[in-house]
């Protein structure tokens, strides 16, 4: 419907105004890239452990170091940023495909009739844990809808994007499902609850060197993707400061290297605050995975606002049981949202105490005309 460069950005900005737009663009900034970066940098230094013996303390100093190093490379100007991303992906898919192999062929736990019992007979909501349970699962398969950003550059963008969305969706979660599948004949449930390296100690069951092996496969993975978040995320900022609805001095270029220097810089250096301030790696994926579902819902729920707002505008595309899916699509982020304010208020109300500021910085900015309009 909105064949042009900014994905959820445009859509919300179509649906909801200006208003909306730039708090997407200020949340992607503040929490949901910048958080993933310095979770990135997190899960880098749980891996490294099995080659380095690293305190709290040295892990967060490594991921600083990497995300800072990584970042100043990146300004310089990177030739065959495709390659880079390429290698570091294909490296990932191959540690993966190799722990699906392992685990569904030579596993030795029985999955059948499998259960968990908490040891202290806790009284549990299901319901409630199901929905956070779903922080890492939603962080895990996050990403799905990153194709809209490029919808300005796609060809025949109103089928293709779709199309792209849904089959990146639909890999991912029977990698995703498989994946887990193989940890479970790898590995007691006990033991995937208590593990923070839970791919290097499953496949650790099987060769004495395995979980060096994929600690090694999945650190350079990381390793790779974080070079490519600083790469990439900053085009997000810049695009939206060209547009006149972001801060303008992020749309920048370095006059020599030719990169969007600053907002490189302003990533960066937010992501190393996050690490400083939140440290571990699932409360940084909270924080992130709270606000970006958030945002996900208000764009699930434009459908219906445009459907009023914009009733004789082309739709090519067409949801299939409407309105079903989509209102399944928002009540379940809906929930989602609800239970993790409630069970993980700290992360929760940080994001939204950094949403509430972005409004009074949209009123601010946009009375001296430097964004907004």
């Not at 922080?135 to 963008?157: C, K, N, P, Q, R």
């Not at 605050?273 to 939140?278: C, R, S």
Request: hydrophobic share 55%; no cysteine; net charge positive.
């Amino acid at each position: 419907m909105f064949p042009k460069s900014g994905g959820v950005y445009v859509y919300l900005k179509e649906a909801y105004g200006d208003l909306a737009g730039f708090l997407y663009g200020w949340v992607i900034l503040l929490v949901v890239n910048t958080g993933a970066l310095a979770a990135l940098g997190a899960g880098l230094t749980k891996y490294l452990t099995y080659f380095l013996p690293l305190d709290e303390t040295a892990r967060i100093i490594t991921a600083i170091v990497v995300v800072a190093g990584l970042t100043a490379i990146n300004m310089l100007g990177v030739q065959g940023s495709q390659r880079f991303a390429n290698l570091f992906t294909g490296l990932k898919l191959l540690a993966i495909a190799g722990i699906i192999i392992a685990g569904i062929f030579w596993g030795k736990v029985d999955t059948s009739g499998m259960t968990f019992a908490l040891q202290d007979h806790t009284p549990v909501n299901l319901g409630s844990a199901l929905l956070l349970a779903l922080i890492g699962v939603l962080w895990s398969t996050g990403g799905w809808h990153h194709a809209s950003y490029l919808s300005g550059e796609a060809i025949d963008a109103p089928r293709t994007v779709p199309r792209a969305m849904m089959l990146g969706a639909l890999i991912v979660t029977i990698t995703y499902v498989l994946t887990n599948f193989a940890y479970m004949r790898l590995l007691p449930l006990e033991a995937i609850a208590g593990s923070e390296t839970v791919a290097g100690e499953a496949v650790e069951t099987l060769l004495p060197f395995g979980g060096k092996l994929v600690a090694a496969a999945i650190a350079i993975s990381i390793f790779g993707t974080i070079g490519i978040y600083t790469m990439s995320a900053p085009r997000i900022y810049f695009a939206m400061a060209q547009d006149g609805v972001f801060f303008r001095g992020l749309a920048k270029v370095h006059p020599r290297f030719k990169t969007p220097a600053n907002a490189m810089i302003v990533q960066a250096a937010w992501a190393i605050v996050l690490l400083l301030f939140w440290g571990t790696f699932q409360n940084l994926i909270t924080y992130v995975t709270f606000m970006d579902i958030a945002f996900m819902a208000l764009a699930g729920a434009s459908v219906f606002v445009l459907r009023r707002k914009q009733p004789q505008t082309e739709r090519p595309y067409r949801v299939w049981a409407y309105p079903v899916v989509p209102a399944i699509f928002v009540l379940i982020s809906v929930a989602f949202v609800i239970n993790t304010l409630i069970e993980q208020p700290s992360q929760a109300w940080a994001g939204l105490i950094l949403t509430a500021v972005g409004v009074g910085v949209f009123q601010l900015f946009r009375r001296d005309g430097s964004v907004g309009g």
